[in-house]
């Protein structure tokens, strides 16, 4: 090894170049621990299944049936190519938008998650700390392992929101809605694509039941995790906060309290309750979407339950086209599912999403480490839309349009 010197000639390399070369304390980052090597979500990913046990691991990173329709959600974006534009000032980067009213610094917010204490034990109250110090919405599920309250206190300047199932007793749905309200929740989230569970056969191979309890094959593999175990064994015993079931599956306790019942009309009874923005999620009908505005809703989640209940279902990719198209610009178009990057938000926003949801990203992020793995998994997604909102020549949001993306004609 040789470097030239100014005479033209050239000696070799001294111990000193060498040391210089060298990053003796690595690279610097705003991320503790083993964090800081995690460069991605799927970075993200492989340190969770590392961290928890396979069961646990499983339940947040299944799906239903064979797993098409998780994986298509994430692939279909792979299938949008971007178009930059040039010259353009991009010298200031802008992310933040509004959610329905309020400000927010990135156009994303953390979906609705149910028993994320399997994951971490601070579970839902790690990640509404994580959302409140990214400033974006964090969405709480009815099959949280924390209550409202305890959610409320734990970030109470979070943009809270609430999503409910309903159940077949209505006096106890109408009681979350008005508990939620009183606590200062600001959006409600009716989720309406489970008015049965999907078979989510990863949970059944594992033979996993909520709240958790596994078959004499797993014990093994949970000695395989002693600091999840401690962490687990610390806390308080796992269960789902706002409801009372006895254990079992997860679909067998889902079948057990929701309504299959539900219609349209228990929309209208909803709005009629809740004062605040109204949210239907699990949208991937242009003809249900203009129902649900036309009922009163203030947005719409283009979901598919993350591909764990329908299986083969269409992904939330091809279904916003057409959902964006029906709704126009009466009512917010959010996307949920398959989103793993900035540049998946930026592709998202330039289809005609007003803003996404994520799930699993940020979960992964909860198994990797607790509030700080949220939070690095928010930041990973946060510097990855403004890197591409500089490189497409878009300094703000509003920037983005639709010629700056590109999707090949499908045979």
């Known amino acids: 090894m040789t470097r030239s010197t100014r005479g033209g000639r050239r000696s070799r390399l001294g111990v000193r170049d060498i040391?210089?070369?060298?990053?003796?304390?690595?690279?610097?980052s705003d991320a503790p621990g083993a964090l800081a090597s995690a460069y991605s979500i799927a970075d993200l990913r492989a340190m969770a299944r590392r961290t928890v046990p396979k069961p646990i691991f499983d339940f947040i990173d299944?799906?239903?049936?064979?797993?098409?329709?998780?994986r298509r959600n994430v692939e279909r974006f792979e299938t949008?190519?971007?178009?930059?534009?040039?010259l353009r000032d991009v010298s200031r980067i802008d992310t933040s938008t509004h959610f329905l009213g309020s400000a927010a610094r990135a156009p994303f917010g953390f979906a609705p998650v149910g028993m994320t204490r399997l994951a971490h034990p601070d579970g839902e109250l790690a990640a509404v700390r994580a959302a409140a110090r990214l400033g974006v919405p964090y969405v709480l599920s009815t099959m949280a392992s924390s209550s409202l309250?305890?959610?409320?206190?734990?970030?109470?300047?979070?943009?809270?929101?609430?999503?409910l199932y309903l159940w077949k007793d209505r006096a106890?749905?109408?009681?979350?809605?008005?508990?939620?309200?009183?606590?200062?929740?600001?959006?409600?989230?009716?989720?309406?694509?489970?008015?049965?569970?999907g078979q989510r056969l990863r949970d059944a191979r594992n033979g996993m039941t909520l709240?958790?309890?596994?078959?004499?094959?797993?014990?093994?593999?949970l000695a395989r995790h002693p600091r999840w175990l401690a962490r687990t064994l610390r806390s308080e015993p796992l269960g789902f906060a706002a409801l009372d079931l006895k254990p079992g599956g997860f679909a067998e306790q889902s079948n057990a309290i929701l309504d299959a019942s539900t219609t349209f009309a228990d929309l209208a009874w909803m709005r009629g309750m809740w004062t605040g923005p109204l949210v239907v999620k699990g949208i991937l009908s242009a003809a249900d979407a203009a129902e649900a505005v036309?009922?009163?809703?203030?947005?719409?989640?283009?979901?598919?339950?993350?591909?764990?209940?329908?299986?083969?279902v269409i992904s939330t990719w091809d279904a916003l086209g057409s959902v964006r198209a029906a709704v126009g610009d009466r009512a917010a178009v959010y996307l949920d599912g398959g989103v793993r990057s900035g540049t998946h938000i930026a592709a998202a926003l330039a289809a005609g999403a007003d803003?996404?949801?994520?799930?699993r990203a940020y979960v992964y992020g909860l198994m990797a480490g607790g509030e700080a793995g949220a939070l690095r998994a928010g930041r990973m997604l946060q510097s990855g839309l403004a890197r591409t909102m500089a490189l497409l020549g878009a300094a703000t949001i509003g920037d983005i349009a639709a010629d700056m993306l590109h999707v090949p004609a499908r045979d």
């Open 19 to 28: 040391a210089a070369m060298i990053q003796w304390r690595g690279a610097r």
């Open 62 to 70: 299944g799906g239903a049936g064979d797993e098409v329709a998780v």
């Open 80 to 86: 949008a190519s971007l178009v930059p534009r040039v």
């Open 149 to 163: 309250e305890a959610v409320a206190a734990a970030a109470p300047e979070a943009d809270r929101w609430f999503q």
């Open 172 to 197: 106890a749905s109408e009681a979350l809605i008005r508990r939620a309200s009183a606590l200062g929740y600001r959006a409600l989230v009716l989720t309406v694509d489970v008015p049965v569970a």
């Open 211 to 221: 709240p958790p309890s596994f078959p004499l094959r797993s014990v093994a593999g």
């Open 294 to 312: 036309r009922l009163g809703a203030d947005a719409v989640v283009v979901s598919n339950h993350g591909g764990r209940q329908l299986e083969n």
């Open 355 to 359: 803003a996404v949801f994520m799930g």
